[in-house]
């Protein structure tokens, strides 16, 4: 394994903003992993795990210790043949994840197709427990291997397998990026799907995608209707994210960004009803639907662009997506600082109109 000095970070992004890596490093196999973490410990370097890029917001100081990109590759799959356990989909962290989905399509294994055309590694998934159009990655996820690398009670890292209940999955949220920030490095994500599942159709903009392809089709509306195959959900999926400017597209401005920047709230009923009487102060019906147990779940799409921010809003080299309020882009020459400038902006402004601290998604490196 190579250390590299200076390695600017920017084009390892998907927003494309962010200072140089001291040291960087790739990690093509555990024996790279362990070797890099030891490089960092010897020179008491901060040590930043980078997958695929496609949710950070580097500072345009860069990052002062060593960046470790993990691209440990290989996918294997072992079917279990106790009926209906489905297939074991080991998966290496630097996997690229639509790929990964890809690949499960074409093996008619459901379970994760409509997380396609999400950007990024594999071993980022668990990271955020990441979810689309009905699915989150906990849904299927079965185990964790990583590299316990703060184990206070450890005179050396190990390799550990953290299954599910250990992962502490929540929304946008596991122990990776909460309790246990910054101890594990991913190596290995398993996955099980089963082989000829039905595909996921909960959310409301695929079932109106097949009823309007269905009616553009000239079908009529008391034919009896076929599911749609995986293939075609994943299509579909691809297509809805495309024209959100959420499938990365090369040359495509509304693509240069680090996907959806803020999470949707999830409100407690008091706090619900205070936005309710908001809203119909100024004649507006919230979208929203059921969150977990007593907590409503808001668009924060919806909020962004009932407090001023339209799609298409421009800050400079810092912008919104013209197809996705939550998209933040940059314009083209765009510094980190803009972005983070535009965000504190929006955050400011849903809450002086809703009372609502948005909290972004991606995470700030080097800040």
Request: hydrophobic content about 40%.
């Amino acid at each position: 394994m190579t250390i590299q000095e200076n390695v600017p970070l920017a084009p390892l992004t998907t927003l494309q903003v962010g200072g140089p890596a001291r040291y960087f490093a790739e990690a093509k196999s555990e024996d790279d992993v362990r070797e890099a973490v030891d490089f960092a410990k010897s020179r008491k370097l901060p040590l930043f795990v980078l997958g695929g890029g496609s949710n950070l917001v580097i500072a345009d100081s860069g990052w002062p210790g060593l960046v470790l990109r993990i691209a440990i590759g290989g996918i294997t799959s072992n079917a279990d043949d106790a009926a209906g356990n489905g297939v074991l989909f080991s998966v290496g962290a630097g996997v690229d994840w639509d790929d990964f989905v890809a690949m499960a399509v074409a093996q008619n294994c459901a379970g994760v197709e409509c997380l396609s055309g999400i950007p990024g590694s594999v071993g980022a998934t668990p990271v955020q427990n990441v979810g689309a159009y009905g699915q989150e990655v906990r849904d299927t996820i079965e185990s964790v291997r990583a590299l316990d690398s703060r184990n206070p009670y450890l005179k050396q890292d190990r390799v550990l397998v953290l299954p599910k209940l250990a992962c502490g999955f929540e929304y946008r949220r596991s122990i990776f990026n909460g309790a246990e920030r910054g101890r594990y490095i991913i190596l290995q994500v398993d996955y099980r799907l089963h082989p000829g599942g039905a595909p996921s159709l909960k959310y409301a903009d695929l079932r109106n995608y097949f009823e309007h392809d269905r009616a553009h089709s000239g079908e009529h509306s008391s034919e009896p209707r076929e599911t749609p195959s995986l293939a075609q959900t994943r299509e579909a999926v691809r297509e809805i994210r495309r024209g959100k400017g959420m499938l990365i597209v090369p040359g495509n401005d509304d693509c240069r960004s680090a996907g959806s920047f803020f999470k949707n709230p999830a409100l407690g009923e008091a706090q619900f009803k205070e936005m309710v009487e908001r809203a119909t102060a100024r004649g507006l019906q919230i979208p929203s639907y059921p969150a977990l147990e007593a907590l409503r779940k808001v668009s924060a799409a919806w909020l962004v662009e009932h407090s001023g921010f339209a799609k298409g809003y421009t800050a400079g080299a810092a912008g919104i997506s013209r197809k996705h309020a939550l998209a933040l882009i940059n314009r083209g020459d765009a510094k980190a600082n803009d972005i983070i400038a535009l965000k504190n902006e929006i955050q400011h402004g849903v809450e002086k109109a809703w009372g609502i601290r948005l909290e972004p998604e991606p995470v700030f490196v080097g800040f």
